[in-house]
């Protein structure tokens, strides 16, 4: 309630409520509200009717109303309680707020003995309470319309995150020798790294490679720098050789010279 007490938005509601308090206590004469209503013995009783309760209570109420909307308004949009918490917040802060006036404005003008003073504030926290009990009521359906829509994120979320496994296995159940469908930056350095390791594995050279799968030299070039696509009848021969589907000829530059 202290960070919450600072927000620019709270400041504005209190300085109003102040304001209005004030007003009325200075328009006023509070003090001797007993000789005009009269001594009420049900006053502290819980079934307290509006007739029974003092002008200066119900400034009190207005009151402590507007700061309790606006620090639950302000909780709303920045604690991010869970919606349970929140509400129980609503509740704490409706009765912190109701002693703190009382205690501030209205008991200076009841003049109770200490041992009423607490029933004074019990019933003044319940009027307050009743007061309030539309706003944190809308406040609360808030706080759970957003939960919902979060739960309902978090749900699509973990939809996806199943569903990724299963897209990497059927990626991984593709042929082997099928080459990554992306652009040359990356296609590059797989096919050189693929084929430099079937040159060591087979002891042999790019041109006996060049060789079996019927490419030229510029086109194995442009294979090996990512720019002939997958799909291209060349790409797929050279793939072929890599994979031991064509067999490889003899490496033109381990030859025997002709007699």
């Not at 002008?55 to 709303?76: C, Q």
């Not at 809308?138 to 919902?148: D, F, K, Q, S």
């Not at 199943?162 to 797989?190: F, G, K, L, Y």
């Not at 096919?191 to 086109?219: C, W």
Request: net charge neutral.
């Amino acid at each position: 309630m202290r960070s919450l007490a600072r927000k620019a938005s709270v400041r504005k509601a209190r300085a109003k409520a102040e304001l209005q308090f004030r007003s009325e206590e200075v328009a006023a004469n509070w003090r001797n509200w007993k000789d005009r209503l009269g001594e009420v013995s049900e006053f502290y009783s819980p079934s307290l009717v509006e007739a029974q309760v003092s002008p200066h209570w119900r400034a009190g109420v207005r009151y402590a109303d507007a700061i309790i909307s606006a620090l639950g308004a302000a909780a709303l949009e920045d604690v991010q309680l869970p919606p349970s918490k929140f509400e129980g917040f609503l509740r704490e802060c409706a009765a912190i707020v109701a002693a703190r006036t009382y205690a501030a404005k209205l008991q200076p003008y009841d003049s109770l003995p200490l041992r009423k003073v607490e029933y004074a504030v019990a019933n003044f926290h319940q009027l307050v309470r009743a007061a309030v009990a539309i706003e944190t009521a809308r406040l609360g359906l808030e706080a759970w319309r957003r939960y919902n829509e979060t739960i309902e994120g978090d749900t699509a979320s973990e939809t996806m995150e199943t569903a990724a496994p299963s897209a990497n296995i059927a990626n991984s159940a593709r042929n082997v020798d099928e080459p990554p469908q992306s652009d040359p930056d990356v296609r590059a350095p797989d096919r050189e790294a693929r084929l430099q390791a079937f040159l060591a594995a087979n002891d042999t050279s790019i041109a006996a490679v060049s060789e079996t799968a019927l490419v030229h030299k510029p086109d194995m070039q442009r294979w090996r720098r990512g720019e002939l696509s997958a799909d291209s009848v060349m790409s797929r021969r050279i793939e072929s050789v890599l994979a031991g589907k064509t067999p490889l000829k003899a490496d033109p530059e381990n030859r025997a010279p002709a007699a």
